[in-house]
């Protein structure tokens, strides 16, 4: 069973830091390529980072760029987004999701299992 299980959400002001966790298991973890994806209340759930198998190549959202940076330790099983200058329009839950493909996607049909999702709420 694969298990995607991510932490680190809660509540910040803006201008403040968060760093997401997402511990990966059930799955041979260095053959996918992760992401992280956002929905916020009544909105679509919309592609935030993804990153390769091996980490070597990155893919942003443009309203993250130069404030988000994910990476991954395929020896822990674990992929981090770190969150930086956060606004008010970042609040959203956060989920974590795995593709088999070498690269990541920003389609959100690309992926194949997905994490029950943390709650970040940026305060202005």
């Known amino acids: 069973q694969v298990l995607l299980v991510e932490s680190g959400g809660g509540l910040v002001q803006a201008g403040g830091s968060l760093r997401l966790s997402c511990a990966a298991s059930g799955l041979t973890f260095s053959s996918y390529a992760m992401g992280w994806f956002r929905q916020a209340p009544g909105k679509e759930r919309e592609f935030v980072a993804g990153?390769?198998?091996?980490?070597?190549?990155?893919l942003y959202a443009d309203p993250v760029k130069g404030r988000f940076t994910i990476t991954r330790d395929n020896a822990r099983n674990t992929v981090l987004l770190q969150m930086n200058s956060l606004k008010a329009e970042d609040t959203a839950v956060y989920y974590c999701t795995a593709d088999r493909q070498t690269l990541p996607s920003n389609s959100i049909s690309a992926y194949d299992y997905w994490g029950q999702g943390t709650q970040v709420t940026v305060s202005s």
């Open positions: 990153i390769s198998r091996s980490g070597g190549s990155t």
